[in-house]
């Protein structure tokens, strides 16, 4: 689907306002709200509009520990693959797993009520997990940027 400047302003709205009601969304990108609304379906029919969330705050609900975990597999371990994939999806303290380049696996963001908590976690789950080798994990001690947004300006064309 080609975005024009529109889309990308819906887009954009919609990231930052997402329970800004279509006439208010019309009105910022000066359409009228049949064709807002036109536009928001075709964004979400073409899939770049997956769903819509609240963003929560960890630390108040009393997530204090956020680590990013390297692991790394035994490659002798039949269906290692999707022996840890299929673990992974019932851990809730893992919010973020993704297959990576290097010398480790996977990459998993790993949110905890405390070092306890987490500790548990790795010694429990992730260690007891059949065809681990290796988990290296790093806690975040202070966030610089952290968001969901995909960034309006890496849709605009270099021309």
């Known amino acids: 689907m080609q975005l024009d400047a529109t889309d990308i302003k819906i887009l954009h709205l919609l990231q930052s306002e ?3 009601s279509n006439q208010d ?3 910022k990108v000066f359409l009228s709200p049949s ?3 036109r536009r928001v379906r075709m964004l979400e029919d073409a899939g770049i509009i997956s769903r819509y969330s609240a963003v929560l705050d960890a630390i108040a609900l009393g997530l204090e520990v956020d680590a990013f975990v390297q692991v790394t597999m035994r490659r002798d371990v039949e269906q290692w693959h999707e022996n840890f994939s299929a673990a992974l999806q019932s851990w809730p303290e893992v919010v973020g797993s993704y297959i990576i380049t290097g010398d480790a696996n996977y ?4 949110k905890a ?3 306890k908590h987490y500790s548990s976690f790795v010694l429990e789950r992730l260690y007891k997990t059949t065809g681990v080798l290796d988990i290296r994990s790093n806690i975040v001690l202070q966030t610089l940027k952290d968001t969901n947004e995909i960034a309006i300006g890496l849709l605009q064309s270099d021309k």
């Open 25 to 27: 969304l019309a009105d």
């Open 113 to 115: 009520r405390n070092l």
């Open 35 to 37: 064709s807002c609304l």
């Open 18 to 20: 997402g329970r800004i």
């Open 107 to 110: 990459l998993l963001r790993v």
